[in-house]
């Protein structure tokens, strides 16, 4: 049986929509990637370069521990990770969570929302961290139709 996560993180609740609309979507388990520390509004006001947020993502090396631990990544071979584009690239917290698990020979595809700029070049970086994982191509699902989201999450 072909079970299906989607994993997310969701700085501000847009994110989190999205992911809960897919998981409904392809009848997938639901999973909330949450920082140790929660970030704060101060955390996260990208014109302040010594936000937490700004510090981090001035950071290759960060890696913002995560609040819990999926028990069961085993279970499944397809995996949906979605995120908020954070200057041009994934919160490094999805670094941490792509790093902390056996992903090899699973289906790992990559979705966004932003407020501004597109996906990018995020899953070209993602694909660095577990380049043993089929990563396929990831998509920015600011504003998709229902429709759109079914169709383009049963191709996987």
Request: proline letters at 0%.
């Given at each position: 049986m072909h079970k299906i996560l989607v994993a997310y993180f969701s700085a501000s609740g847009v994110?989190?929509?999205v992911?809960?609309?897919l998981a409904k979507a392809v009848g997938a388990d639901l999973f909330e990637i949450r920082p140790a520390v929660p970030y704060t509004q101060a955390d996260l006001n990208w014109t302040?370069?010594?936000?937490r947020s700004s510090v981090e993502m001035n950071d290759p090396l960060s890696r913002p521990e995560i609040a819990e631990k999926l028990p069961n990544m085993a279970d499944y071979d397809t995996v949906f990770i979605g995120y908020p584009i954070w200057?041009?690239?994934a919160p490094h917290i999805i670094n941490t969570f792509v790093e902390s698990y056996e992903l090899s020979g699973k289906t790992l595809v990559a979705f966004a929302t932003s407020g501004?700029?597109?996906i990018?070049?995020?899953v070209e970086e993602l694909k660095k961290l577990y380049p043993d994982a089929n990563w396929k191509d990831g998509k920015l699902l600011n504003n998709i139709s229902d429709k759109e989201l079914v169709d383009w999450a049963s191709k996987f």
């Open positions: 994110t989190k929509g992911a809960q609309r302040d370069k010594k936000s200057w041009y690239v501004g700029s597109g990018g070049k995020t």
